[in-house]
């Protein structure tokens, strides 16, 4: 489990009331006195807290053990931020997808160019330089125009698809394969593929990449077998471990549980789904 803070100074004062070896001033030098702490106004800080030179030196040594970042322990990896391409909300019962067109610039041609021609003093040479050069931005501008188009049909497919996920949650995803959205949209598999790579979806649920919603049916046969998900499955695996909390329930007490659901695998295959989770086993939970 992580622990927010809404910055650094709250992540220091957190380290220290949690500390027993923090000294007794060490929450108002955080909470007051900070800013003079930055700008090392020692004298200033005695004076406010009423405390002599060797009560302040007490508080420095302790304050040099905390970590503003502590997090930085476990990882040092640069942050990677996920800008979505599509957002979909519900609004009156119906679902409305929206394209991130902030996140996409705006293009068009300058007219200083498009008027190069009607200029008679401009050669020849340079007309048809600058005519060429249009023609192709024009088709590049087409292509974009038509990439985001094909991006919405995909999406809303998706959607179609996998309506009770974004009604519900992640554990109702279904089997969906890039066959299934190629038939719907009219396009070639490998269309699907190339415009879903690392395009992402804001939903209620949190942000998901498209390619997420394209999961095997837990027996491997596509949308046409089971009607679970493997992805689906997995979140109701995690949702049993959490719901059954403190009874450490073996990989086949669990495989029981789901076949009850009506989700009917092997306990080899929870012990698979389980650790893809991260979930430790029973006897280390």
Not at 55 to 75: D, H, I, M, Q
Not at 151 to 156: D, E, F, G, M, N
Not at 191 to 202: D, E, F, G, H, W
């Amino acid at each position: 489990m992580g622990t927010c803070t809404k910055n650094y100074i709250e992540s220091l004062l957190i380290q220290s009331e949690l500390s027993p070896d923090a000294p007794e001033k060490m929450k108002e030098l955080l909470s007051d006195h900070f800013t003079l702490l930055e700008k090392k106004k020692y004298g200033e800080i005695k004076k406010k807290m009423r405390i002599s030179e060797k009560e302040l030196e007490e508080l420095l040594v302790f304050l040099k053990t905390l970590s503003p970042f502590p997090g930085r322990a476990y990882s040092n990896e640069e942050p990677r931020y996920v800008i979505p391409d599509l957002m979909i909300k519900l609004k009156e019962g119906e679902f409305v997808l929206i394209l991130n067109d902030e996140e996409i610039p705006v293009l068009g041609i300058n007219s200083f160019y498009k008027n190069i021609n009607k200029t008679k003093q401009q050669e020849q040479k340079t007309k048809q330089f600058v005519n060429s050069n249009i023609k192709d931005a024009r088709w590049f501008i087409r292509s974009i125009h038509q990439r985001n188009q094909t991006l919405l049909k995909i999406a809303k497919a998706i959607i179609e698809f996998q309506r009770d996920f974004f009604r519900k949650g992640p554990k109702y995803l279904v089997p969906l394969t890039l066959k299934d959205i190629a038939n719907e949209v009219d396009v070639h598999e490998t269309t699907v593929s190339r415009i879903s790579n690392a395009k992402y979806i804001q939903t209620e649920w949190g942000i998901y990449e498209l390619k997420y919603f394209f999961s095997n049916s837990i027996t491997g046969a596509g949308s046409s077998g089971s009607r679970f998900s493997k992805e689906g499955v997995k979140e109701v695996v995690k949702e049993i471990i959490q719901e059954e909390s403190g009874k450490r329930l073996s990989d086949q007490k669990i495989a029981e549980l789901l076949a009850k659901k009506g989700i009917k695998i092997a306990r080899r295959t929870v012990s698979k789904y389980r650790k893809e989770l991260d979930i430790d086993s029973s006897y280390l939970r």
